[in-house]
């Protein structure tokens, strides 16, 4: 079993910038690619960033790219997303997710482990 605890949510100004961080507990992330999600209200849930388990492979969804960045650091059982910026459409909760195996992914039904989420307000 995994345990996700994100922090770093808060409200910025557009155009600022924001990191997320994603603990994890239970078992090491090693041997986990990690995917970032995020769910505005009325929304899907929908696909952010993912890293793969030694953080040699990355990708982002098309609104993100250029602007924020995921990262790891499986020493200290952490994932990372910086945010840079930031646009008032960026306003969600963010999730972290684990996915069993190394590989990177999109789709959020193949993560296992999910975080609680933190919210993230861009004000315009």
């Known amino acids: 079993q995994v345990q996700l605890v994100e922090s770093g949510g808060g409200l910025v100004q557009a155009g600022g910038s924001l990191k997320l961080s994603c603990a994890a507990s239970?078992?090491?992330?090693?041997?986990?690619?990690m995917g970032w999600f995020r769910q505005a209200p009325g929304k899907e849930r929908e696909f952010v960033a993912t890293?793969?388990?030694?953080?040699?492979?990355?990708d982002y969804a098309d609104s993100v790219k250029g602007r924020f960045t995921i990262s790891r650091d499986n020493a200290r059982n952490t994932v990372y997303l910086q945010m840079n910026s930031l646009k008032p459409e960026d306003t969600a909760v963010y999730y972290c997710?684990?996915?069993?195996?190394?590989?990177?992914?999109?789709?959020?039904?193949?993560?296992?482990?999910w975080g609680q989420g933190t919210q993230v307000t861009v004000s315009s």
């Open positions: 239970g078992r090491t992330l090693s041997g986990y690619a």
């Open positions: 997710a684990a996915r069993i195996g190394g590989s990177i992914a999109t789709t959020k039904r193949t993560y296992t482990y």
């Open positions: 890293i793969s388990w030694h953080g040699a492979d990355t």
